[in-house]
């Protein structure tokens, strides 16, 4: 596992959320170990949506592992992931990011908690639907006559006085030493 992981009960939640949904034991392996066939992660998308993609390939060869991972992230997207989201088939195949598949995982987990038909076992905190914030006329004509700093620059900085100092000098460039 990668050691980026701030939290490591990341991955045990990750993996306990897995379990939950499909209802079937990972194994006692590393997660890279229990995930890097893409048989699990097939699963848990088949069970939050059984339709999403076929059965995985259960044959041991790489390239039907790759393809399982995959069809995982394929599914994923289908279900509203975004790109950002998730990681990439070697990052799980080979191991190199397993911090970026647990980030996936809990996203996914979010995710699935914003589905309204979703009564599933939870992952992570639930996100934010929005406030929706609604402004009288009065007080939108108050903010348009609001003086902003957004056009100040530097005026009141340290930095301002260098550039007063330059103010009017003009630099011939041909005669300056060096050049």
């Known amino acids: 596992m990668s050691a980026r992981i701030a939290d490591p009960n990341l991955e045990q939640e990750a993996r306990a959320w897995i379990e939950a949904v499909t209802g079937e034991p990972l194994g006692d392996g590393s997660f890279h170990e229990v995930l890097k066939s ?40 289908k279900l509203g992931q975004h790109a950002n989201d998730t990681f990439q088939t070697v990052d799980l195949f080979e191991g190199k990011d397993m911090y970026a598949v647990i ?48 056009g100040k620059g530097s005026a009141g900085t340290a930095g301002a006085a260098v550039s007063r100092l330059e103010q009017g000098k003009v630099i011939d460039r041909a005669n300056v030493p060096g050049n």
């Open 103 to 150: 980030r996936q995982l809990h996203s996914l987990g979010r995710l699935m908690q914003k589905k309204p038909d979703y009564t599933g076992p939870v992952l992570g905190v639930k996100e934010s639907q929005g406030y929706k914030r609604e402004f009288t006329e009065a007080q939108l004509m108050e903010a348009r006559a609001t003086t902003t700093f957004l």
């Open 38 to 77: 893409g048989v699990a992660l097939c699963n848990l998308v088949r069970a939050l949506q059984p339709d999403i993609i076929k059965a995985p390939s259960k044959l041991p060869a790489p390239f039907k592992q790759m393809e399982n991972i995959g069809f995982y992230l394929g599914a994923c997207a």
